[in-house]
């Protein structure tokens, strides 16, 4: 079955420092697609990266950057000098390339940022 | 640029009303679906479609019913409301398979409460 585990309920970062979110999933399929969205107070969803599974390099986006560790099925988000409007809910989400390429979430991760 | 376009913001149901969320996106995206986001649950699937004409259930699919009669268009049937049904919902379509063309866009999102 596929899924995706956020274990991280709630995290707290001091502004300007860098905080990694965790993500792990479970999959069978050979090729699939790895994504973090951000969902602000505001409740909009807004893309923040991908990964592929057969790319070879880490994905970054600016402050992003997505740490896959494709053994470990580990896609953990890494956000580099954080700041007060990176206070927010953080989802790891899944698409797998067979049953109907469906996109699946994990629980999801709050952030707070502190100044 | 429209997006995906989601009706209404907000709602409020008698047990056992029915109604209909619309969805309409305007980027020829073929994979459009339906999630509700519940505390603590992240976002769960409930319908999506590959392509006009052709839908299929997700995670939470009872109680909804879904049709794609166009590309643009995908709405969203709530048959008989149970105060289980409230949430926040929300329309989502991709691009084809590959890279961030796979990314969901959103839209603004549906509160729905049951009473």
């Known amino acids: 079955a596929q899924k995706i585990t956020q274990t991280q309920p709630g995290m707290f970062v001091q502004e300007k420092e860098a905080v990694t979110l965790d993500c792990t999933y479970d999959t069978s399929d050979p090729s699939y697609g790895l994504f973090w969205y951000k969902q602000p107070s505001s409740g909009e969803m807004i893309f923040l990266i991908y990964q592929g599974s057969y790319d070879q390099q880490n994905a970054t986006e600016g402050r992003y950057s997505l740490n896959f560790q494709k053994a470990r099925k580990s896609a953990n988000l890494v956000i580099s000098a954080s700041q007060l409007g990176d206070s927010a809910m953080y989802f790891c989400?899944?698409?797998?390339?067979?049953?109907?390429?469906?996109?699946?979430f994990g629980a999801g991760t709050r952030l707070f940022v502190k100044a | 640029n429209a997006g995906v376009t989601q009706t209404p913001k907000f709602q409020v149901l008698k047990t056992g009303q029915s109604m209909t969320l619309q969805c309409a996106q305007d980027m020829n995206h073929e994979y459009m679906s339906w999630y509700r986001q519940d505390p603590g649950m992240g976002l769960r699937l409930i319908h999506y479609?590959?392509?006009?004409?052709?839908?299929d259930q997700g995670e939470v699919p009872n109680g909804y019913n879904v049709s794609r009669s166009t590309t643009e268009d995908f709405p969203l049937r709530l048959l008989s409301a149970a105060p289980s049904q409230t949430s926040v919902y929300f329309c989502?379509?991709?691009?084809?398979?590959?890279?961030?063309?796979?990314?969901?866009?959103f839209g603004s999102g549906t509160q729905l409460s049951v009473l």
């Open positions: 479609s590959v392509g006009a004409g052709i839908t």
């Open positions: 989502a379509s991709s691009g084809d398979w590959g890279s961030t063309n796979e990314k969901l866009f």
């Open positions: 989400a899944m698409r797998p390339s067979t049953g109907g390429f469906k996109t699946i």
